[in-house]
Nanobody, 114 residues
Framework: QVQLVESGGGLVQAGGSLRLSCVAS????????MGWYRQAPGMQRELVAS???????NYINAVKGRFTISRDNAKNTLYMQMNSLKPEDTAVYYC????????WGQGTQVTISS
């Protein structure tokens, strides 16, 4: 069953921008921490940004100042604005809840060309 649906990825030149979206099922969304993960070929999936139900955010150093995570609890939707994209950002991006870990969605492919 589909619990998380990611969208918004695409092919972008270095320096460009994308806005990712994730629609989550369940009324519990508004009270749990959510995050964006990414997985490049041959690499482990890593958490890159997270946001609490109250709006507190955290980012890995590689994306600080470039990515902004946000959420709309009324719409059960998680977002990530990605600016100044670099080739090393190329990966499949997934959303999930770090403390809950629902079934993974299909992810959305982000490819940055140089």
């Amino acid at each position: 069953q589909v619990q998380l649906v990611e969208s918004g990825g695409g092919l972008v030149q270095a320096g460009g921008s994308l806005r990712l979206s994730c629609v989550a099922s369940g009324s519990i969304f508004r009270v749990i921490e959510m995050g964006w993960y990414r997985q490049a070929p041959g690499m482990q999936r890593e958490l890159v940004a997270s946001i609490t139900s109250g709006g507190s955010t955290n980012y890995i150093n590689a994306v600080k100042g470039r990515f902004t995570i946000s959420r709309d609890n009324a719409k059960n939707t998680l977002y990530m604005q990605m600016n100044s994209l670099k080739p090393e950002d190329t990966a499949v991006y997934y959303c999930n809840s770090p403390p809950v870990l629902r079934n993974w969605g299909q992810g959305t492919q982000v490819t940055i060309s140089s």
